[in-house]
């Protein structure tokens, strides 16, 4: 058994990990900005056989609020062994460009929050000398396109920030797992047209990150051809790669 | 993946236009035309409504409760059949009819008052929903049950996600002493033989179906297997599931199933067991959901896409009308490598437009093929319609308005309970075609 903290447990990819989590009989600790949802999936995963589960409602760019968070997980589970950050915004890419103010608030919550959380587990794991750290970044992190670099900015670092602290962490035994997944037929993708095999569901791949936690992986593209994808992508020069519209 | 909205048999193929609904507090689009979907499992437009919208349940896929003790489940109408097994067949319990697929959601199987190999025994899916949840499109809620609101509830079981949508539903499931089934299969040589077995069977056995061979002709017409099976007793070790999983992960230019694939499909699958009749305990994977073990199979048929024809011809009409209609697929020589026969019971369902009457029903596939699958389809729907009979909307893509008027008789007090704000392009095709 496992206690496992799940921050943005509203996501549709947090709540197939955590279904299949459940399954296991885990302790699972959900937090994310809505109570009322939070509740709907507390229920359920307490039906698919989690051995307890625990809600905290908290804006993921409520930084005050993490300490807290991390806290009162370990009090209601006893221990904490893993944290699955999975919150996140797909920005308007245009607005972020006419607006400085709504590419802060973007980078804030898919990049800042993250280095938060990551901050606080770390300190917390490194001293109890175990622990997962599992957090979802993106393709788009890889590099920078003119359709989303502003999301593109935010995963990319926390893809970085994630490479360091995996070095860091290596001695201590806590494991550092950064999840790229490519374009997955999510509320958050409602707006793309879809359809296709790039397309992934989110029980893929959240089947994809509990293996990757259970094997100890250290960055995992899922599914996983998107590897290939993105090594071509990384390797056009940048002199061809400027001019494509991507 | 393939694409979102589109249904089963992608005939008509039309691009569907269409939102997901995540949480129970979601109220309906605020759109003059909307359809509650679920799986898209349905064959032909049932679940699609073109020029209009729908609302998917897929993440709509939640348990609110189950209680061990009674086989009580609660559950969001967006949850699969598959999810529900693989909570409760551990636990002792099952589902107490099942279609031929686990990946058909609650609310779809509600809405089409589905049945399984069981009918004779248990009835349509409808007559174990104990209540549910109804959300209209003005914004209404309400629950229904047998004793509370029972007009929307008798008018939802089969009524075809027109009168609102479902938002959760209580099932009560059936308490199993193993889920493996104790199959018995009967290499039968013609339809004389088939009624004989379905008769013999009716009070020895739980599930019952056959599969039937659809190119044999003249006195070896309605030849088949016949599947009986009860399930395997508390003492018998559990079956373990197979591993291998098999998909259509492409697109074939054309239809893979032809003549010529067909005839030799059939001619082996009926020859597949030499002895008259063969015994086996098997996983109810295999034994209920076949077909799911390839998937997306339906894009076997090409770009074209496929049809299921399935109705029921009444219990006095049945030898005759099932013999006419495998006399003129066989002459046609199309047909599918699945041509199922069964007898229904006449264990009644609330729904007022409920599929399911005491007599036989066959199902079977076509490749479309143009003007040459709907005249044959005519054809048969002469024999339905001489016979007393009646055609399964939720398989169906060409049913004429006044069969299908025809063939239900309660869809006028149906239509007082019909949400206005919702539509298909079923309801669209039977009910205004003429008009
Ligand atoms: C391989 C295979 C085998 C099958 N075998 C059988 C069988 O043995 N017996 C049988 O009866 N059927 C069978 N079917 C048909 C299938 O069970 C039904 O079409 C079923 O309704 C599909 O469920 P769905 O969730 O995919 O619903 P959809 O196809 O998406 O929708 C079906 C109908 O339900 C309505 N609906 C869906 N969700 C809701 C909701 N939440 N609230 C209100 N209305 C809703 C839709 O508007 C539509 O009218 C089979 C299908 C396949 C693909
Ligand atoms: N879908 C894709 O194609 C794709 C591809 C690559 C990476 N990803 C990443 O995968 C992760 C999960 O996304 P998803 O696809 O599952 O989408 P999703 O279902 O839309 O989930 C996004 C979640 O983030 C939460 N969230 C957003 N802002 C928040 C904030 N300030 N505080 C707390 N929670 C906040 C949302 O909570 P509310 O419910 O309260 O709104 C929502 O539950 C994200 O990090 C995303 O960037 C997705």
């Known amino acids: 058994m496992k206690n496992w903290i799940i921050v943005g447990a509203t996501s549709a990819i947090a709540e197939s990990v955590c279904r299949l989590w459940a399954t296991r009989g885990y302790k699972l600790f959900l937090v994310a900005r809505n109570e009322g949802k939070l509740q709907q999936i507390a229920q359920d995963l307490k039906v698919r056989g989690a051995a307890q589960v ?151 791949v959240a089947a994809g990150i509990v293996k990757s936690v259970d094997k100890k992986c250290n960055v995992v593209y899922l599914p996983w051809f998107w590897w290939i994808i993105m090594n071509i992508i990384r390797h056009i020069p940048e002199f061809i790669f400027k001019k494509m519209k991507l | 993946m393939t694409k979102p909205y589109v249904s089963w048999g992608r005939y008509p193929y039309k691009e569907q236009r269409g939102m997901d609904l995540q949480w129970r507090t979601d109220v309906l689009p605020q759109e003059p035309n909307v359809l509650p979907q679920g799986n898209a499992r349905s064959y ?92 209209r499109t003005d914004g209404t809620r309400m629950i229904c049950s047998p004793t509370e609101n029972t007009g929307y509830f008798n008018a939802t079981i089969g009524g075809l996600g027109l009168t609102g949508l479902i938002v959760w539903a209580e099932l009560q499931l059936k308490r199993v002493p193993n889920s493996a089934i104790n199959l018995e299969t009967i290499k039968y040589k013609d339809l004389a033989t088939f009624f004989e077995l379905s008769a013999e069977s009716e009070h020895t056995h739980e599930y019952t179906a056959a599969w039937i061979d659809c190119l044999a002709s003249q006195e070896k017409l309605g030849r088949g297997h016949f599947l009986r099976g009860n399930h395997a007793k508390v003492t018998q070790p559990r079956v373990a599931a197979g591993k291998l999983k098999l998909s259509m992960p492409i697109d074939p230019p054309l239809s893979l199933v032809n003549s010529l694939s067909l005839r030799a499909f059939n001619t082996l699958y009926y020859n597949r067991q030499m002895q008259e009749r063969s015994y086996a305990t098997v996983h109810y994977d295999p034994f209920f959901y076949p077909l799911d073990f390839v998937q997306d199979w339906n894009r076997m048929y090409g770009p074209k896409g496929f ?33 199922v026969l069964k007898v229904f019971g006449d264990v009644p369902s609330p729904g007022l437009l409920s599929f399911p009457r005491p007599g036989a029903t066959l199902a079977l596939d076509f490749p479309y093929q143009g003007n040459k699958t709907l005249h044959l389809f005519d054809q048969l729907d002469d024999v339905v319609v001489q016979a007393g009979g009646a055609i399964y909307p939720a398989k169906d893509a060409h049913m004429k308005a006044d069969h299908f008027k025809l063939f239900y008789p309660n869809l006028e007090t149906f239509t007082q309970y019909k949400d206005p704000g919702i539509s298909s392009s079923f309801w669209r095709r039977v009910m205004e075609a003429n008009a």
């Open chain 1, 54 to 204: 625990d809600t905290f409602s908290m804006d993921a760019n409520a930084f005050e609020l993490h300490g807290q968070c991390f806290e009162t997980a370990q009090k209601s589970m006893g221990k904490v062994d893993g944290i699955f950050i999975a919150h996140g915004t797909l920005p308007d890419q245009k607005a972020c460009e006419t607006s400085f103010n709504v590419a802060r608030a973007e980078i804030e919550t898919n990049a800042l929050s993250v280095i938060s959380l990551c901050t606080i587990a770390a300190n917390h794991f490194e001293q109890q000398r175990q622990g997962d750290i599992a957090v979802i970044s993106s393709v788009a992190g890889d590099r920078g396109r003119q359709s989303n670099y502003v999301y593109g900015a935010a995963k990319g670092m926390v893809s970085v920030f994630l490479q360091g602290l995996r070095n860091r962490l290596a001695k201590s035994g806590v494991h550092v797992l950064t999840i790229k997944p490519g374009f997955v037929d999510t509320p958050m993708t409602a707006s793309i047209d879809k359809g296709g095999p790039l397309w992934a569901s989110a029980d893929q």
């Open chain 2, 44 to 135: 032909g437009d049932s679940c699609m409504n073109q020029g209009g919208l729908v609302a998917s349940t897929r993440f709509l896929r939640r348990f609110m409760q189950f209680d061990p003790a009674t086989g009580l489940l609660q559950c969001e109408s967006g949850v699969q059949l598959a999810d529900i097994i693989n909570l409760v067949e551990p636990q002792g319990w099952f589902l107490a009819a099942t279609p031929g697929t686990k990946f058909a959601t609650v609310g779809g199987c509600i809405a089409n008052d589905v049945h399984g190999k069981n009918h004779h025994l248990e009835g349509t899916f409808g007559r174990h929903v104990t209540r549910f949840e109804l959300v």
């Open chain 2, 307 to 339: 049809l299921q024809y399935q109705c029921v011809v009444p219990n006095e009409t049945s030898y005759d009308a099932t013999r006419e209609m495998l006399q003129r697929i066989a002459a046609a020589n199309s047909g599918s490598f699945l041509v």
